[in-house]
């Protein structure tokens, strides 16, 4: 029997925890790992120190670790035509990922808020032209309109040119676009984005995970794993109240639904 895969947190499910507080904090409520906002609007990695990041590298040691990071750095932007917005995206990344292999991640997320069209994907010769980074750049498709024609198309051409582009699916963001009653296609787009995926967030903005769509989402990320793909999982909560004890609630409430997943999953399988 496969157990299912592990579940962490990401860090913008919670509020008013510095790093260390935070990584404490989710060691003592067993939450196995962290994915960490590391952009500006997170903990700001790019900024810290040497010596902050070694002390906060230390607390991870001690506590649980931080697998991957997160940037608000748009992928639109490092395909920019514009060679001082490109060239300012590719440092900020080059940093953060810089900043995450020192803190033990083994990922770095792009934002990707705006879809590509198949000629700008046909025509890019890479988002870092060359530049090799620290750990490798998972993509978030954050708007629906990834799984339309055109967009996907793009996407999986991308794919395809650099190798060392992975993908994060936001299970909200998935569900939108599964609940599109006018788009019939959209479960196959998923289905051929699969193995591309490496990390999937059970992603909650306030109504919960009830939503059949994100069971669609959920349930090919399960097959995947079960297939023996590895994809990593983790709860983001972006209700209006993330505190503590709220971020913990919704932790174990969308933690226990993948376990009831994943058993339904085996017992349909057996």
């Known amino acids: 029997m496969i157990a299912p895969a592990p579940v962490g947190l990401y860090s913008i499910s919670v509020r008013g925890l510095e790093v260390p507080a ?13 994915h960490l906002r590391g952009g500006r609007r997170g903990c700001d990695l790019a900024a810290q120190d040497a010596t902050t990041l070694a002390r906060w590298r230390e607390a991870s040691a001690c506590t649980v670790p931080v697998t991957g990071v997160t940037a608000d750095t748009d992928l639109a932007d490092l395909l920019s035509a514009d060679p001082a917005v490109r060239r300012q995206a590719r440092e900020e990344v080059c940093r953060l990922a810089d900043a995450a292999r020192v803190l033990g991640a ?27 980074l620290a750990v490798p750049l998972l993509i978030e498709l954050h708007a ?12 999986v051409r991308l794919l395809q040119q650099q190798p060392r582009l992975r993908l994060l699916a936001d299970s909200a963001q998935f569900a939108q676009a ?9 479960a196959e787009r998923l289905e051929q984005l ?39 999982v983790a709860v983001e909560w972006t209700g209006v109240d993330r505190t503590r004890a709220a971020a913990l609630a919704r ?3 969308h933690a226990a639904w993948w376990r009831w ?10």
């Open 144 to 155: 629906p309109q990834w799984l339309t024609s055109r967009p996907h198309a793009a996407l």
């Open 194 to 232: 699969g193995p591309w995926i490496e990390v999937l967030h059970l992603s909650d903005p306030g109504p919960g995970l009830s939503d059949p769509s994100h069971a669609v989402v959920a349930d090919h990320a399960i097959r995947r794993i079960a297939a023996g793909q590895r994809i990593e």
């Open 178 to 186: 599964l609940a599109d009653p006018g788009d019939d296609r959209a």
């Open 106 to 132: 083994a990922w770095l997320r792009l934002l990707a808020r705006r879809p590509l069209h198949t000629t700008l994907a046909g025509d890019c010769s890479g988002p870092l032209d060359g530049h090799v």
């Open 22 to 34: 935070l990584l404490s904090w989710a060691a003592r409520h067993r939450i196995p790992f962290i």
């Open 261 to 270: 997943r994943n058993a339904a999953h085996l017992e349909a399988s057996s």
């Open 251 to 253: 932790y174990h409430e």
